[in-house]
């Protein structure tokens, strides 16, 4: 492998730390925090669902909906309103994970180009960003919301590749999702792959370049 220009960052859950929406979620649900987990699997299976059907909706707009599903499936009463209310706010107001800024100030001494793309909107990821402190530390911020897909569609990969004018090998994407490696390898990036708790590697995919225990390990190994 050629030492990548590029660190291409997912934000949900490899970024930012999914646990506060444990919370407001489930409360929405009635006290059921341990359906987060399969809120935001729903979440990811309804973004895809769309790309699939070329029909887009942003992805605040998913999660509500996904929401509001999964409190019918458990016979709870939620109204689009109190769904919305749940999801949005916290959702942009997610802190880093402990090691996050820390270790992203360190890539960037170590001479690295910082960039994230994530299936949030533009505007959901800016205040993302912004309100965990990351966003000064970033040279680009891509959204799905440009080429209205969702990751791991291959042109969403591609719009980044492009706007960088760099060659897929340039540019290694870090993740906490097997499946968004898995399109990232697919267009030809190098992988890395963030081993948050609660996450797992696909067994019938090529495994990432590299398997990590944070971003802290990730700087030490591209030192």
Same mark, same amino acid.
């Given at each position: 492998m050629i030492q990548p220009t590029v660190l291409l960052f997912d934000v949900n859950e490899t970024l930012l730390d999914l646990r506060p929406l444990r919370k407001s979620i489930g409360h929405a649900l009635g006290g059921r925090e341990d359906l987060l987990p399969l809120w935001f699997s729903t979440m990811l299976h309804y973004s895809l669902v769309e790309t699939l059907t070329q029909d887009f909706?942003?992805?605040d707009e998913i999660g509500t909906a996904a929401l509001r599903m999964l409190a019918e499936t458990q016979q709870i009463e939620l109204s689009a309103e109190a769904a919305q209310e749940a999801v949005v706010g916290p959702l942009n107001s997610l802190p880093p994970h402990p090691e996050v800024l820390a270790a992203l100030q360190q890539l960037r001494q170590q001479g690295y180009r910082l960039?994230? =793309?994530t299936n949030s909107s533009a505007s959901g990821a800016q205040a993302q960003l912004s309100n965990a402190g990351i966003e000064p530390l970033l040279d680009n911020s891509y959204s799905v919301e440009s080429v209205r897909k969702y990751k791991p569609h291959s042109g969403v990969y591609r719009m980044v590749l492009d706007?960088?004018?760099l060659e897929p090998e340039q540019v290694l994407m870090v993740a906490a999702h097997a499946w968004d =490696?898995?399109?990232a390898k697919n267009v030809g990036l190098q992988t890395a792959f963030i081993q948050r708790p609660g996450t797992a590697l696909y067994p019938n995919t090529a495994r990432p370049d590299?398997? =990590?225990?944070?971003l802290t390990e990730l700087a030490q190994r591209l030192a």
């Open positions: 909706h942003g992805f960039a994230t =793309l706007d960088l004018a =490696l898995a399109g590299y398997v =990590l225990r944070d």
